[in-house]
T-cell receptor
Framework: GQQVMQIPQYQHVQEGEDFTTYCNSS?????IQWYKQRPGGHPVFLIQ?????EVKKQKRLTFQFGEAKKNSSLHITATQTTDVGTYFC???????????FGQGTTLQVKP | KAGVTQTPRYLIKTRGQQVTLSCSPI?????VSWYQQTPGQGLQFLFE???????NKGNFPGRFSGRQFSNSRSEMNVSTLELGDSALYLC????????????FGDGTRLSIL
């Protein structure tokens, strides 16, 4: 079945270092979304990418959608302790509410 | 505007029992999706409801079922509970099916003894 792989599973960085997580889908996606989940919390929507090759920025966060619409990345510049949490990519499958989630990357930031 | 409300927050059941979880979407949202989150399998799609109709279903056994009411509130039911059903069950709502973003509730933590 359709799968979205996400790496790495865990990442420990020193505050101020950069961080990147990558997603790869087994099939072409209609869109990809990114969510952040803090420990004990629920996923919170960050952004949606729809167009091939799309790049979007939110302050220190940069999101990319691959040309083939099968991969995506999230890059955080100069991490802060508030960036701690698990980042999920989720592939949208056409005009439905079904999301295929990656396994998530858990980010720890040492002050 | 109130967010997605899920009740109860925590539930403890034993094997063989059944359970019903409730989700009230954001006012005006008509699409409700359910997800199961476990440490081993991550977030997995269960089903989606829109206008009281199931629009999409994930790869879960028939013990997992759901429904949506005319006010868009949704319930999911799990019968003959198994130990492996222990998980965080998350509900997400959006304006319409396929509309983004999806807004998640805090979830119901289900523990099976």
């Amino acid at each position: 079945g359709q799968q979205v792989m996400q790496i790495p599973q865990y990442q420990h960085v020193q505050e101020g270092e950069d961080f990147t997580t990558y997603c790869n889908s087994s099939t072409t996606l209609s869109n990809i979304q990114w969510y952040k989940q803090r420990p004990g919390g629920h996923p919170v929507f960050l952004i949606q990418l729809v167009k091939s090759g799309e790049v979007k920025k939110q302050k220190r966060l940069t999101f990319q959608f691959g040309e083939a619409k099968k991969n995506s990345s999230l890059h955080i510049t100069a991490t802060q302790t508030t960036d701690v949490g698990t980042y999920f990519c989720a592939g949208g499958t056409g005009n439905t509410g079904k999301l295929i989630f990656g396994q998530g990357t858990t980010l720890q930031v040492k002050p | 505007k109130a967010g997605v409300t899920q009740t109860p927050r925590y539930l403890i059941k034993t094997r063989g029992q059944q359970v019903t979880l409730s989700c009230s979407p954001i006012s005006g949202h008509r699409s409700v999706s359910w997800y199961q989150q476990t440490p081993g399998q991550g977030l997995q799609f269960l089903f989606e409801y829109f206008s009281e109709t199931q629009r999409n279903k994930g790869n879960f056994p028939g013990r997992f079922s759901g429904r949506q009411f005319s006010n868009s509130r949704s319930e999911m039911n799990v019968s003959t509970l198994e130990l492996g059903d222990s998980a965080l069950y998350l509900c997400a709502s959006s304006l319409r099916t396929g509309e983004w973003p999806q807004h998640f509730g805090d979830g119901t933590r289900l523990s099976i003894l």
